[in-house]
Every structure is written in C-alpha cells, then in structure tokens.
C-alpha cells in the first residue's frame, strides 16, 4: 500500500511541476492546494530537498521549486525516498535486502519467488513513470470527465 508520505510526496511534486515556470510555491499553498497537512508536508518537502529533487528561497517571494524537470523526477526515485523499499517483503528487495528470520532456504523460498516478480513488474513501471507523466495523465483524465 502507498504511505499518504509518499503519496503526499507525489502530490507535492505534480502541483510544483503544473507551477514550474511560475515563481516558488510557499509550503501553505501547496498544502491548502492538496489537502496535506502543512506541518507533515515542511518535513516531506525537507527530505525531498536534501535529495536534490527541490529548490528552496528564504523571505518574499520564497518557497519551493522543482530542482529538476519533471520528466526526470521518476516514481521510484520519490518512493525510496519517502518509504525505502519498493519489495513486499525484505528478501526481495534490491536496496534494502535482509533475510527473512522465519526461511531455512531461500532459493527454495516460493513466496520469496512470487515476490522477486512483484517487486521487478513494480520497480518497471515506477522506473518508467515521471512526474511528467503523472502530470499528462491527470491532463488526459480531465478531458474525459
């Protein structure tokens, strides 16, 4: 299941993308445009700044920016980010791999097997899908309501 920090993450990200070529967004607006909890949403954006995806300004005018092009800010990226591992289960995971306590082999382990497949079907799709992306798919959804 998605944490609401990632998904507040992602949702951050698409609102500073829609505004990349106006000036910084000020955390209350973003958060009053998304819902986010504002105090929840400085500690998301801290974190996605200290990964270098944001830019901040001090003082008037200030606020956050994308550091990046929204084409190159992928959803896998802000996943590990916001909530480490992608796999369902730590033996599957290829950045965050330990071995479960409970298996006695695990090149015979067919829940580790299934789970190996989920996590690369996942990391494929989060891989291929930007903030870009994200932002064009809301654009399409629009047009058919």
Same mark, same amino acid.
């Given at each position: 299941?998605?944490?609401?920090?990632? %998904?507040? &993450?992602?949702?951050?990200?698409?609102?500073?993308?829609?505004?990349? /070529?106006?000036?910084?967004? =000020? +955390?209350?607006? @973003?958060?009053?445009?998304?819902?986010?909890?504002?105090?929840?949403?400085?500690?998301?954006?801290?974190?996605?700044?200290?990964?270098?995806?944001?830019?901040?300004? %001090?003082? &008037?005018?200030?606020?956050?920016?994308?550091?990046?092009?929204?084409? /190159?800010?992928?959803?896998? =990226? +802000?996943?590990? @980010?916001?909530?480490?591992?992608?796999?369902?289960?730590?033996?599957?995971?290829?950045?965050?791999?330990?071995?479960?306590?409970?298996?006695?082999?695990?090149?015979?382990?067919?829940?580790?097997?299934?789970?190996?497949?989920?996590?690369?079907?996942?990391?494929?799709?989060?891989?291929?899908?930007?903030?870009?992306?994200?932002?064009?798919?809301?654009?399409?959804?629009?047009?058919?309501?």
């Amino acid at each position: 299941m998605l944490s609401k920090k990632t %998904k507040y &993450a992602i949702k951050a990200l698409v609102v500073l993308g829609k505004n990349a /070529d106006k000036p910084p967004m =000020q +955390i209350s607006k @973003i958060a009053e445009e998304e819902r986010i909890p504002k105090k929840f949403l400085e500690q998301i954006l801290l974190d996605l700044r200290n990964a270098g995806f944001l830019y901040s300004k %001090k003082g &008037a005018g200030g606020g956050y920016s994308l550091n990046k092009d929204p084409k /190159d800010i992928y959803l896998v =990226q +802000i996943m590990r @980010i916001t909530d480490g591992p992608i796999a369902m289960v730590p033996c599957a995971s290829l950045n965050f791999y330990h071995k479960c306590d409970e298996c006695h082999q695990e090149t015979t382990c067919g829940i580790r097997d299934v789970f190996i497949e989920v996590r690369d079907a996942t990391v494929k799709i989060l891989s291929e899908t930007s903030i870009a992306d994200v932002i064009s798919r809301e654009s399409t959804l629009l047009l058919n309501v």
